[in-house]
């Protein structure tokens, strides 16, 4: 299964405040273990929220809403992808992580059979070409 592992922002991160070097060892550390394990498919820190916009849309209507954002506890600082086998797994690497007063989420990944029926043979040879290509890009 893949899950998402999405690291929630604190007051640090939202102000912008760089890791140390002790840390970004560790963290490097922590993803080349996920990596040599095969878990790791994707991870990337990010910008605070000043740095974002949010689109709202309405029906036809975008309105663009400029960072930052009230509510730290609901941002994010940071994202991985992992291929795990199950929920189990991704709490103990989550467990083994190098931080210290942060709250982590682990949410599942939807795979085509998840959708059932909807997901007609032709919307799944469309997500098959579109992967393809994505593939390509690499």
């Known amino acids: 299964m893949k899950v998402m592992v999405l690291v929630k922002a604190n007051a640090d991160s939202e102000a912008g405040v760089m890791p140390s070097e002790a840390l970004l060892a560790e963290m490097g550390q922590f993803n ?37 954002f009230a509510e730290t506890k609901e941002l994010l600082a940071g994202f991985w992808i ?7 797994e991704a709490i103990d690497w989550v467990k083994r992580s190098p931080f ?33 290509e994505l593939e390509k890009g690499k």
Request: negative net charge; hydrophobic residues 35%.
């Open 32 to 68: 080349e273990e996920l990596a040599n394990a095969g878990v790791m498919l994707a991870g990337e820190g990010l910008h605070p929220s000043s740095k974002g916009v949010r689109v709202a849309c309405s029906g036809k209507t975008r309105t663009v809403i400029d960072g930052p």
């Open 100 to 132: 210290q007063n942060d709250e982590i989420e682990i949410r599942p990944i939807f795979e085509a059979d998840d959708f059932g029926e909807a997901f007609t043979p032709e919307l799944r040879e469309q997500e098959d070409r579109i992967r393809a």
């Open 82 to 88: 992992w291929q795990v086998q199950s929920m189990a």
